[in-house]
RNA sequence: GUCCACGUAGCUCAGCUGGAUAGAGCAUACGCCUUCUAAGCGUACGGUCGGGGGUUCGAGUCCCUCCGUGGACGCCA
């Protein structure tokens, strides 16, 4: 809330107490910012939220409550009953204008919050298999998590973003196979890639790679020594291309966390015993089940195979309990669509393990499907016509990629139209947002802002729009950090470029007739500026400054 | 079949964890550049919030049910 709200809200709980008695719990007193502007800058619904409480008429209740208001209230300069019984406030235009040298004063810092108040909070996303290059899905997580984070930090959380690299089982040797086969067949040698191998073209590329430093040294040494080489060898380039695609993107991760690490360092093992020793395991056909029904999944899960084999949730259940060891309180995934069934046997496995049920959460990302000319292309990693994030954001641009996946609520499908982001890119509102922030550079390189002591001039509708909207910036961002949808900031960022874009439209800005207006408008540009960059670089989306 | 999401304007989507007359963009029609960036502004058109019940002062939002779409239901990863 920023310093007009509290002042509202204590102010409301203040004449609750005194007109009716009672101490208001936290949350009793609602402050939102009414849709239609003519019913005030701030509206509370208490007086019906108080009718059944009270056993009285809203109207009553609200007549009472502004009363009391009307007395001691300092920011606002109108009060008004409405409706069922809304009452409405309609704040003084100093006060708005305050936030422009709140803004001024905070530069990069502004929209910084406690809301998380250092709760440490572990986000892992992405995590794809080293085993061929990121594709759609996983450029909407990357967007989508990689935002989350720069909200939770933004909002005082202590967040680690985290990779989980699953580089051990079979996938992996398969990956050895098919970098072999190629291996082979590069030197015209006939050889079949594996039935599940990975047919697509970065396994060729890192094939060539890697001849480039052995030459033909493998080519007559024993199979399963080649193997073992091109499986450490591809997972290693494989990694890296992941890691270079992201880097491209402007997603930095804090942490990679390999699956294999957490092999040999015994943590498989170790809670393997562990489950076992709590009783949460059974045997049954020669294989170690976890009763995960006890624990709300629908069915038992098998941790060891009758193979001797541990499955890949076992391994992941010692993932998620070194973050836990490390300290984290809370532990968010994000995982695609096709994992959904997986996240009740996570959460049994966290909770009977003695962890906090609620101490995972998982959001689903749901999957992206590619259309191009009115077609829908399928996207898969085996047949190697996947679009990758690398020729996406050749296509069309990192600013509009992340913005275009992270403007749409993931849990929702989610057509990814090729032509028309390739053809209409100057329609994409990313390049709304950008205009604007490039329009308003270029006012204030004509003339510079300076920071000023008052700006009792800004009263016309599209400057108070303006104000209002800039005031709200710190709500938006711990909103949307608590509720990790960063769409919410493109909403805000859409809308703040609509207010200036409005602005600029209605008023000349720099007006020498009116030295004093035009001095306190640039203030206010100033703020907008801010505001902006500072939301633009929540998603990762530059603010350029020229156009 | 069972479980989980989703269904809002012709299209793509918002809708602040129950609030006042459901909002943008695209598309369509019409205005606005001798004036700080027209990648812009303004006006109009467009809705049974999938259907039906329920909960309450009040439902797009919560509950039930049906329909539709997608996904998950391996000793795969």
Request: glycine share 6%; aromatic share 10%; charged share 30%.
């Amino acid at each position: 809330m920023n310093n007009i709200e509290v002042a509202l809200k204590n102010n409301i709980e203040k004449a609750v107490m005194e007109c009716f008695n009672i101490t208001p719990e936290p949350g009793l007193v609602m402050i939102e910012i009414p849709k239609d502007n003519s019913n005030g800058d701030y509206s509370t619904n208490i007086a019906m939220r108080l009718a059944k409480v009270v056993r009285s008429n809203p109207q009553v209740i609200a007549k009472a409550l502004v009363e009391k208001l009307e007395s001691n209230l300092e920011n606002a300069d109108k009060i008004e009953i409405a409706g069922p019984g809304f009452i409405n406030f309609w704040i003084k235009k100093s006060e708005l204008a305050g936030v422009i040298n709140t803004v001024i004063d905070a530069g990069d810092d502004y929209g910084k919050n406690n809301s998380g108040n250092g709760l440490k909070i572990l986000v892992e996303y992405v995590s794809a298999n080293p085993t061929g290059a990121l594709h759609l899905g996983h450029a909407r997580g990357a967007a989508w998590g990689d935002s989350i984070c720069r909200l939770l930090k933004k909002s005082g959380y202590d967040c680690l973003r985290e990779y989980y690299i699953n580089d051990a089982g079979h996938q992996i040797d398969m990956l050895g196979e098919s970098v072999y086969a190629r291996y082979l067949q590069s030197f015209g040698m006939e050889a079949a890639l594996p039935e599940d191998g990975y047919h697509g073209a970065d396994v060729i590329e890192i094939t060539e790679e890697i001849k480039k430093d052995v030459g033909d040294k493998y080519l007559n040494c024993p199979k399963e020594e080649a193997v073992k080489f091109f499986r450490e060898e591809g997972k290693k380039r494989e990694l890296n291309r992941i890691k270079n695609d992201l880097k491209y993107y402007r997603c930095e991760f804090d942490s990679w966390i390999s699956e294999q690490k957490i092999v040999d360092e015994n943590r498989v093992n170790l809670v393997m015993d562990k489950m076992v020793e709590m009783g949460l395991t059974y045997e049954k056909d020669g294989a170690i089940w976890f009763k995960s029904t006890e624990y709300g999944d629908d069915k038992d899960r098998v941790l060891k195979k009758s193979d001797g084999y541990y499955t890949y949730l076992t391994p992941d259940i010692a993932n998620h309990v070194y973050k836990f060891e490390r300290g984290y309180e809370k532990l968010v995934n994000l995982w695609g669509a096709d994992h959904h069934g997986y996240i009740a046997r996570m959460k049994a496995a966290i909770e009977a393990m003695g962890y906090g049920k609620d101490a995972l959460e998982v959001d689903i990302i749901q999957m992206v499907r590619l259309v191009e000319n009115g077609e829908e292309v399928k996207m898969s990693k085996r047949t190697g016509n996947a679009i990758t994030i690398r020729e996406l954001v050749d296509d069309i641009g990192v600013d509009s990629a992340r913005y275009f996946f992270v403007s749409r609520a993931v849990d929702t499908h989610m057509d990814f139209d090729l032509s028309l982001a390739r053809s209409q890119s100057n329609e994409n509102p990313v390049y709304y947002a950008q205009y604007a922030y490039a329009r308003i550079c270029s006012i204030l390189r004509t003339k510079p802002a300076q920071r000023l002591d008052h700006y009792d001039l800004l009263t016309s509708e599209k400057e108070v729009d303006l104000l209002k909207h800039i005031n709200e910036f710190v709500n938006v961002v711990s909103e949307a950090a608590l509720t990790r949808s960063p769409n919410k900031i493109c909403n805000y960022i859409q809308k703040l470029a609509q207010y200036f874009h409005s602005f600029y439209g209605a008023h000349k800005i720099i007006d020498d007739s009116q030295p004093e207006l035009t001095a306190q408008r640039l203030a206010l540009l100033e703020a907008t500026r801010i505001t902006l960059k500072n939301a633009l670089d929540l998603i990762g989306v530059s603010a350029p400054e020229k156009m």
